[in-house]
């Protein structure tokens, strides 16, 4: 994140989906959260992803470094 701000100049990030591994495991997500927040979860859906690559010192945005994934690149 601290990447992030730097190059954009920004102190305020965009909201951002964090995947964890490791954290906790159940079988399913009614037995970790309970079946209210399992629904919000679920019922979310992103189209595409745009994933920014950048270089160890890079300070400044390069348009090209910017690529858009569908949801299938993912899996």
Same mark, same amino acid.
């Given at each position: $994140? @601290?990447?992030?701000? +730097?190059?954009?100049?920004?102190?305020e $990030?965009?909201?951002? *989906? *964090?995947?964890?591994?490791?954290?906790?495991?159940?079988?399913? %997500?009614? !037995? /970790?959260?309970?079946? @209210?927040? %399992?629904?919000? /979860? &679920? @019922?979310?859906?992103? &189209?595409? =992803?745009?994933?920014?690559?950048?270089?160890? =010192?890079?300070?400044?945005? !390069? +348009? &090209?470094s *910017?690529?858009?994934?569908? /949801?299938?690149?993912l899996?």
């Open positions: $994140m @601290s990447r992030y701000k +730097t190059v954009f100049q920004k102190q $990030m965009p909201q951002r *989906i *964090i995947f964890f591994d490791g954290v906790k495991e159940e079988k399913n %997500c009614e !037995k /970790l959260f309970g079946l @209210s927040e %399992c629904e919000k /979860l &679920n @019922s979310q859906f992103i &189209n595409d =992803y745009a994933i920014f690559f950048y270089g160890k =010192y890079d300070k400044k945005l !390069k +348009t &090209n *910017i690529k858009k994934f569908p /949801l299938s690149f899996k």
